[in-house]
């Protein structure tokens, strides 16, 4: 599976930008897929994850209210939607798939995510 996320750009505070992880591979509507972001001079942190048929989503307290996390599976893409954007939110995001149909324990980690997109750099500025 190669994962290709885009969307990113420079905006100004309380715009909003649509990510998107494109995914190659038949089997991609049975995979979770994470969203990942580091800014500048930090460790890369969870932002919000989905699982394979979209029911079940998750997302880091700083972000919860604001961005959206979906998934079409028919065009094996997975959005998120972050509206209200504020300058910390200023990072690369990744994307990232995990392989297994259950929800694991650990979703807001890297360790269960098998293949990783290149990034796409958000800017924020305020």
């Known amino acids: 599976v190669q994962l290709q996320a885009s969307g990113g750009g420079l905006v100004q505070a309380g715009g909003s930008l649509r990510l998107s992880c494109a995914a190659s591979g038949r089997t991609f509507n049975s995979y979770a897929v994470g969203w990942f972001r580091q800014a500048p001079g930090k460790e890369r942190e969870f932002v919000a994850y989905?699982?394979?048929?979209?029911?079940?989503?998750y997302y880091i307290d700083s972000v919860k209210g604001r961005f959206t996390i979906s998934r079409d599976n028919s065009k094996n893409t997975v959005y998120l939607q972050m509206n209200g954007l504020k300058p910390e939110d200023t990072a690369i995001y990744y994307c990232?798939?995990?392989?297994?149909?259950?929800?694991?324990?650990?979703?807001?980690?890297?360790?269960?995510?098998?293949?990783w997109g290149q990034g796409t750099l958000v800017t924020v500025s305020s």
């Open positions: 990232a798939a995990d392989i297994s149909r259950h929800t694991r324990r650990d979703y807001y980690s890297e360790r269960p995510y098998h293949y």
């Open positions: 989905i699982n394979w048929s979209g029911g079940t989503t």
